[in-house]
């Protein structure tokens, strides 16, 4: 069997938030083969250079996955065997360490530990065999990153080429705000809004600032990975600096320096001084403006932009009541505000999106982890208030 990650095609699998699917298709495509939207994620075939692009440009991507192999098994002892014909020792080292991680859909092998116990033993015995090492296994810092994917009898094995998710662009602080939204999750409702770099852009319940911060760097055309100080692919052996700093090179002079008017808002002092030191980590000051303000008080005057919220979902119990007044205030800052303009709001609790009160034009399906959400959009206009 050839090895998969000096072929000359690479097939591939960018997962990816649940309803952002089409939209990470559409960002990898100048950069990729095949191109197919599943189920959380994109299936695509591409070289080295695909591959490293994928990496630094989805917005909207989690982890750029190489597949290694697909086998049927069906029981332990045929996985096991199957496994262990593998050609572990060419794909990894013997001082390689390596980690595991499983998504099981499978009544065939139904629990998913002991699973994934037998396909690490497997891949170890297949490398002690050859070279009488034993690579290690490392969960924290490892240098090959497997994924396993079973659907009943079929088992595909990849490797992750992005190591920590893409979502984690390198510019938060080590202090997170509670509800920070996965920054790939912002980015994908900032592309659905359909807003454009000319026009303003408010979040009126910024906490850390995860969408003006994403919001500034769509608009200024800066490739998402820009930031990162590592990836998995580049501790490979087969990694190709030349190809790498050339699409660096080609991202950086694809970057707007235009003005932008992005603006952000919040109540709380300790989230707006999170948001600055976000946005001072990537040199944006000069491109976003942050200030503490209640919500009541956001007036934005005849702009024509967009408007995008997060607001609490009410996770404990007792916090439903006190956070129906939210979603009253901001149906009526909206309505009374806001005329004129795209509002977006963001949540994961139907009760109370119901509290504010306006008509949506659409509502996008997706998911925040495992949260059920709706994306709902209120064109604002005069004398189009009532839901």
Not at 118 to 134: E, F, G, H, Y
Not at 137 to 143: A, E, G, I, K, M
Not at 174 to 190: D, F, V
Request: with cysteine; aromatic share 10%; net charge positive.
């Amino acid at each position: 069997m050839n090895n998969p990650l000096t072929a000359g095609e690479l097939e591939g699998y960018l997962t990816c938030p649940r309803g952002l699917e089409e939209l990470s298709a559409k960002q990898i495509s100048p950069y990729t083969q095949k191109v197919k939207p599943g189920r959380g994620g994109v299936h695509f075939g591409a070289d080295l250079a695909g591959l490293y692009a994928v990496n630094l440009h989805s917005r909207t991507g989690m982890y750029a996955l190489i597949k290694l192999c697909e086998i049927t098994a069906g029981n332990d002892k045929e996985l096991y065997q199957r496994i262990t014909d593998l050609p572990w020792y060419q794909w990894m080292a013997h001082d390689t360490p390596f980690s595991i991680r499983t998504r099981a859909n499978s009544r065939v092998f139904p629990n998913s530990n002991y699973f994934t116990l037998k396909i690490k033993d497997a891949i170890v015995d297949s490398i002690r065999r050859k070279t009488k090492r034993r690579p290690d296994v490392d969960r924290d810092n490892p240098l090959y990153s497997l994924v396993v994917f079973v659907d009943e009898k079929k088992v595909q094995i990849f490797l992750n080429s992005s190591g920590n998710p893409l979502s984690k662009r390198g510019y938060r602080s080590e202090k997170i705000h509670k509800a920070a939204l996965n920054e790939a999750l912002a980015a994908g409702i900032i592309l659905l809004s359909g807003w454009e770099r000319e026009q303003c852009f408010f979040d009126p319940m910024c906490g850390s600032g995860t969408f003006p911060i994403e919001a500034a760097l769509i608009g200024r055309n800066i490739p998402p990975g820009s930031y990162r100080k590592s990836f998995a692919f580049k501790k490979w052996k087969n990694f190709n600096p030349r190809i790498w700093n050339r699409l660096k090179e080609e991202g950086k002079a694809g970057i707007h320096n235009d003005r932008l008017q992005i603006f952000g808002f919040d109540w709380v002092g300790e989230n707006i001084r999170l948001a600055e030191t976000n946005l001072r980590n990537i040199l944006m000051k000069q491109w976003v403006k942050f200030k503490r303000q209640d919500l009541e008080a956001f007036n934005p005057g005849e702009s024509d932009g967009v408007v995008i919220m997060n607001p609490p979902y009410g996770a404990r119990i007792g916090e439903n009541e006190e956070l129906k007044l939210v979603y009253t205030s901001i149906g009526e800052v909206l309505k009374n505000n806001c005329i004129g303009m795209d509002a977006f709001i963001f949540t994961g609790n139907k009760e109370l999106s119901s509290y504010i009160g306006l008509k949506s034009k659409r509502r996008y399906v997706l998911k925040n982890g495992k949260i059920d959400c709706r994306l709902l959009h209120y064109p604002i206009r005069e004398g189009n208030y009532v839901e």
